[in-house]
């Protein structure tokens, strides 16, 4: 720890960091565009010119972002120099900026906005012409409206420092300088959508997100990305229990800032899936709607005349790694306590592209959100044995869980599945599993669920319910606890929080984990919180 | 009138072909360096640059014996030699490249010794393209004659040169936007402080980067002798022989070679034979367009980096513009705003938006729409670009020649605005005499800061 004084107090703050972070922490904010906690520090936009005791007496200006905190250090905040400064540099930031917040998508989370209401002159001086280059598209995801641009290069770094590719650059000199690519070579690497994020004003936008309602009529709700074993944390941006808007929320342990591109944008498909809207029985080889007490009742009757012929060997139970820890949990439950069966097992999907970037965030090759957590759960990782099960005669009725986008069942897969004498599946859309089952129980998607899920390296992870499933789609959970009930199994009625009691106490990785002490950045299935091991 | 000297310029007034080595070597060249290597530690020679009191002729005038001081010990170290040349009014650095390459080349091969580097840049303005040519081959001679290469004059010492050609940009000769340049990136200079080429320059190593004079005058301190070298100019001001580069409405123009104590007005009447048709003289601007400009009233004084300093202009490069009376200042402004704005390497944001505005507000005003509050709103953006800059560009051709033009020049830039066009105002009408600077509201800053501010900066 280090003493600095500011304006004639002392504090302690934490020594090595740079001046930006080292009085956020005290509450004191110093404006500043280029800076970004991400990434490396320019200290090009001059904003956060502050006056410092350079030599006994003698005070200069310095740049805060790159000001690494020793004790003793003398600065003046408040001081005339300090403040014209910021006033100085407003000015000539706005003197070609086209003041087009009215249409601007970044109005509301704009550093230009902000600091203009703190630091600025209310009316400009400026009485020349503007700059006014075009606009242009740099990737797939990206466009640039160049006149908003301040030239504060943190897109820059950000692509030569953590993607590694240097696709953006800056061409010309002097005001004529512009973001830019090169020809044939478009911002389109796996997360570069990312520069939107961190652009501090409306240059760099998704075109997602283009001429969208504005960001302060949304209700904000924190979520995991589902897309792979990596766990993004995220914030959904949510209005009338649609998202508009997925970010990147910071957790260092995880993803830092950052997320990728697939994920970032994957709430369209999830959004836009063709959903599985109400319970379906099969008559005479077809798929029918039906209701729930009937679908329930066939699925417990044909579950109950299996077991009873066959001996509790009959019947399966088969997990999901898209479904979170509690409602794999309550299926082991379900197989333990009501079907008495120990033929368990966990539908694995094929694993897909890995990545890695320069700056070390990871895309995993598992592309569900859960295997680690739906392993720790059911004690197995596979549903090898099932297959096995089912191709020698012992089991012959299997309840599965589903809820993957895009399932594509090997051939070798469906058709031991199809010997089945019955299917029990719960799926969210028309899927391979859907076509083979006897009975399906529509579930519900990622973002429709709370609960929590376990991402590769061990972490637990909440996710947050942005809008109820749709149509007669019930939340899996519920199904569950539903279908115990029948069983006379008392599995419920209980909240996710209450389930992730039960695990605590029956899982030994999960002991003495809970929804608080998970929080929003999450805990390590050790059982140890990695904040209090750190002696935060 | 102080004489002519004939030290830097000695082998290319004896009409010597001095790219060939072997006329250089005739003409007593590659002796100091044989005297260096030879018979003189490193550390020797260090003291004898500090001991000569040469002044770097880069423009600041920062002292080079404590610029080569303040390297650490980490090692290796490389050295850039600075011959981007393009500050406007300049042609010193090209004269000695053009026409006695050796001399530098003999000058980086002591420094190279004396600092212990093995590997040196000579950073050479593209435009220079025929110079670069000559450079290298110059190198090349250097190395069949044993100068350069492996164990050096059978010292044991190691040394490779190199001729690197300019981005074409005036920043390249910033000297961690040269560094920057050289490591192939965009030449954004670096952050100063917190750390200085001499800790952290070319590839994160200890750097120095002098200018191609400085180099040649190194040659000529170990040739003589520092105590010899010390008695030329003034022990005071500035020691050694300079090159000034006369231009402008003078009668013959040109690169002259005198000590630092003759004065400004001997050297435009005695030296440059005078003002074009024997015109009044309106302002002189002494050490390339950055250094802010002198009235007929204080071109009376020494040329040292000192003595310019104390009149709140500074050395510089030694190029020399001078105006006669049929100058309007507006449009020497106007020049030299435009050349910074066209030279701003817009990383930084005061000089990236504020010098285009000011050359905006300078161009409006000549054009005839000048407001009463434009010499006010000028001084003001000065103020809010001096000193928050990444580098010193932003001051230095961006500021100083706005700033002193705007406050000497006051009653020229006040007629432009009053009657709504150009105007050229008798010479005597145009400017303020020192004691009525501060008459016009409001001066920014200290006005006599600005050269110790440049000092400050290397």
Request: glycine share 10%.
């Amino acid at each position: 720890m280090a003493t600095i004084t500011i304006d004639d107090i002392e504090y302690t703050v934490a020594e090595g960091r740079n001046l930006i972070d080292a009085v956020a922490e005290l509450g004191i904010d110093i404006p500043h565009f280029c800076y970004h906690p991400g990434l490396p520090a320019d200290g090009n936009c001059r904003m956060c010119l502050t006056e410092m005791e350079i030599r006994p007496g003698q005070f200069g200006m310095v740049t805060s972002c790159t000001m690494r905190i020793k004790d003793g250090m003398n600065f003046r905040f408040n001081s005339p120099a300090t403040l014209d400064n910021r006033k100085g540099i407003m000015e000539f930031l706005l003197i070609n900026h086209p003041l087009d917040c009215s249409w601007c998508d970044q109005a509301g989370e704009c550093s230009l906005q902000d600091n203009s209401f703190d630091h600025g002159r209310s009316k400009s001086r400026f009485i020349e012409t503007k700059r006014v280059p075009p606009q242009k598209e740099l990737g797939p995801h990206i466009q640039l409206f160049t006149t908003r641009c301040i030239l504060c290069q943190r897109c820059t770094r950000f692509c030569d420092e953590i993607t590694g590719t240097s696709e953006l650059g800056i061409i010309e000199m002097g005001a004529r300088s512009e973001i830019a690519v090169f020809d044939g070579q478009p911002l389109n690497n796996k997360m570069s959508a990312n520069v939107a994020d961190i652009c501090p004003v409306g240059a760099l936008v998704t075109k997602d997100f283009l001429y969208k309602p504005r960001i302060w009529h949304y209700e904000k709700i924190n979520s995991v990305c589902p897309g792979c074993a990596t766990g993004c944390n995220t914030t959904h941006e949510v209005m009338h229990q649609k998202i508009y808007r997925t970010k990147p929320r910071h957790n260092e342990e995880v993803n830092s800032y950052w997320m990728c591109d697939e994920g970032r944008f994957s709430y369209h498909d999830w959004q836009d899936l063709d959903r599985l809207k109400s319970p379906m029985k099969r008559e005479n080889g077809v798929l029918v709607a039906t209701t729930w007490p009937d679908a329930i009742q066939l699925a417990v009757d044909g579950l109950s005349g299996l077991l009873d012929d066959g001996g509790n060997s009959s019947v399966g139970v088969v997990g999901s790694a898209m479904m979170t820890n509690e409602e794999n949990y309550l299926l082991k439950q379900l197989a333990e306590l009501a079907l008495k069966t120990s033929a368990i097992g966990l539908y694995r999907k094929p694993e897909g592209e890995e990545w890695t970037a320069k700056g070390g965030f990871r895309i995993e090759p598992d592309k569900t959100p859960n295997l680690r957590g739906a392993s720790d759960i059911l004690g197995t990782s596979d549903m090898q044995g099932i297959l096995d099960g089912i191709n020698s005669g012992d089991i012959k009725g299997l309840y599965m869980l589903g809820g993957h986008m895009n399932l594509a069942l090997s051939e070798s897969e469906k058709s031991t599945l199809s010997k089945l004498d019955l299917l029990v599946v719960q799926d969210v859309c028309d899927s391979d599993l859907v076509t083979l089952a006897h009975i399906a129980l529509p579930g519900a998607i990622p973002f429709e669920k709370d609960g929590t899920t376990t991402n590769i390296q061990g972490r637990v992870q909440r996710l947050n319910q942005v809008a109820p499933p749709p149509g007669a789609a019930r939340l899996d959970g519920d199904i569950l606890q539903y279908i115990g009930q029948k069983f006379n199994t008392v599995l419920g009625p209980k909240t996710p929080a209450e389930i992730m009691g039960d695990i605590s106490e029956k899982v030994d990785d999960y002991k003495g984990l809970n929804y608080s002490m998970i929080g929003e950045s999450g805990a390590l299935a050790s059982g140890v919180n990695p904040l209090e091991e750190a002696g935060g | 009138m102080a004489e002519p000297l004939n030290i830097l310029t000695k082998e290319m007034r004896e009409n010597a072909n001095l790219a060939d080595i072997n006329e250089y070597i005739k003409h007593g060249g590659y002796q100091a360096l044989e005297k260096a290597l030879k018979s003189m530690t490193s550390e020797a020679l260090i003291d004898e640059i500090k001991n000569s009191g040469i002044k770097g002729r880069g423009g600041a005038g920062f002292s080079t014996g404590m610029k080569w001081s303040l390297c650490g010990d980490r090692m290796p170290r490389y050295l850039c030699t600075n011959g981007d040349e393009s500050e406007p009014g300049s042609f010193k650095d090209r004269l000695l490249l053009e026409g006695n390459p050796h001399r530098v080349i003999e000058g980086m091969i002591i420094t190279c010794f004396a600092m212990g580097i093995n590997l040196g840049y000579i950073y050479i303005r593209g435009e220079f393209f025929q110079i670069i040519e000559q450079m290298e081959s110059a190198f090349n001679q250097a190395r069949e004659k044993g100068f350069l290469g492996k164990d050096i004059l059978g010292t044991g010492f190691d040394l490779d040169l190199y001729a690197h050609p300019g981005a074409g940009a005036y920043i390249c000769g910033e000297e961690t936007g040269l560094i920057e340049s050289l490591e192939g990136n965009r030449p954004y200079p670096r952050l100063k402080p917190p750390f200085f080429p001499a800790a952290i320059g070319l590839w994160g190593q200890p750097t120095i980067v002098n200018n191609v004079e400085t180099m040649a005058q190194v040659t000529i301190i170990v040739g003589m002798g520092a105590e010899a070298y010390k008695q030329i100019g003034s022990e005071e001001d500035t020691t050694g022989p300079r090159l000034f580069g006369l231009c402008g409405h003078v009668k013959n123009p040109g690169a002259y070679e005198f000590d630092s104590t003759i004065t400004l007005k001997e050297l435009i009447y005695d030296v440059a034979g005078g003002i074009r048709d024997d015109n009044k003289i309106k302002g002189v601007i002494p050490g390339g367009i950055s250094a802010p400009i002198l009235t007929p009233e204080e071109i009376n004084t020494p040329m040292g980096f000192g003595a310019l300093g104390k009149l709140g202009s500074m050395g510089g490069t030694g190029g020399i513009i001078v105006m006669d009376e049929k100058t309007s200042m507006i449009d020497t402004l106007l020049n030299a705003s435009s050349f910074a704005r066209h030279e701003s390497c817009g990383q930084c944001t005061p000089c990236r938006e504020g010098v285009p505005w000011m050359n905006d507000i300078i161009r409006r005003i000549k054009h005839g729409d000048g407001r009463e509050e434009d010499i006010d709103l000028l001084l003001d953006i000065c103020k809010q670009i001096h000193g928050h800059t990444v580098c010193v560009f932003g001051q230095a051709p961006g500021v100083w020649p706005v700033r002193t033009m705007l406050i000497k020049y006051w009653p020229e830039f006040r007629a432009c605005i009053e009657q709504k066009k150009q105007v050229v105002l008798p010479v005597e009408e145009s400017y303020l005499k020192p004691h009525q600077y501060e008459h016009i509201p409001p001066v920014p800053g200290n006005f006599r800061m600005v050269t110790e501010e440049a000092d400050a900066a290397g």
